[in-house]
């Protein structure tokens, strides 16, 4: 069990770039999740995927996001045409679907500032 | 809708004073799931306990312990003994139980915990 694994760490990015985050998930779990995090807040829901099949967005995810997990393994979130209000820390999870609500495994996040 | 609430924003101890987290929360739903997440300096949240609506048993493993009260919708999260290692922010966390995901953790904003030696 290697965790949850998310590149890059930090991520610096002028207005207006697009950028793009990848999460690897704990091999055997089914289930990944993003969310994001703003300074002093908890993390909030954005999208969920079972498998390849993304089940579920937040109405937080804006127009300008868009996740994909071709093949249910690996996963990455994209933002276009980045926004000051996008900066946070975005936080991948996975979990086993074998489980009945198994909890969740976070990884250390891709701290994004747009400057 | 969920919601979670962490009143305390920031607590502080001396080493191996006990300290208390509370966590009230809200739900529509008979069957939910609390979590506790301990997200230290490294940013990374790390996984501390599950407890679903029907199990009111009070849980304790080794200087940690939880107090979950269905009357009072409360989950709080005592440790003894703090130690220097446990200055972190705690999150409480709810999910509905439905269909049995829970994928949509709705967390409090967290109570960041300073033990000091």
């Known amino acids: 069990d290697t965790g949850v694994s998310q590149d890059p760490r930090h991520k610096i990015t002028k207005r207006g770039q697009n950028v793009t985050f990848r999460c690897d998930p704990i091999?055997?779990?089914?289930?990944l999740y993003w969310y994001r995090q703003t300074l002093g807040q908890g993390p909030e829901f954005l999208t969920y995927?079972?498998?390849?099949?993304?089940?579920?967005k937040s109405r937080l995810l804006s127009d300008r996001f868009s996740a994909e997990r071709p093949k249910g393994s690996f996963s990455t979130l994209e933002i276009q045409r980045t926004e000051q209000g996008d900066s946070a820390m975005y936080l991948c999870?996975?979990?086993?679907?074998?489980?009945?609500?198994?909890?969740?495994?976070f990884g250390n996040g891709t701290r994004l500032t747009v400057t | 809708a969920q919601k979670v609430t962490q009143a305390q924003t920031e607590i502080s101890v001396v080493e191996k004073e006990d300290v208390t987290l509370d966590c009230v929360y809200e739900?529509?739903?008979?069957?939910?799931?609390l979590f506790w997440y301990k997200q230290p300096p490294s940013g990374e949240l790390v996984f501390l306990i599950r407890r679903n609506s029907f199990d009111e048993q009070n849980e304790i493993s080794g200087r940690y312990s939880w107090n979950f009260q269905k009357s009072t919708s409360s989950f709080n999260f005592t440790i003894t003994a703090s130690q220097v290692v446990d200055s972190a922010v705690y999150f409480c966390?709810?999910?509905?139980?439905?269909?049995?995901?829970?994928?949509?953790?709705?967390f409090g904003k967290g109570t960041l915990l300073t033990v000091n030696p």
């Open positions: 739900t529509r739903d008979t069957t939910y799931y």
């Open positions: 091999s055997e779990h089914n289930r």
């Open positions: 966390a709810l999910s509905e139980g439905r269909g049995g995901s829970n994928y949509k953790l709705t």
């Open positions: 995927f079972q498998n390849e099949a993304q089940l579920e």
């Open positions: 999870a996975s979990s086993s679907g074998q489980l009945y609500n198994s909890p969740l495994h």
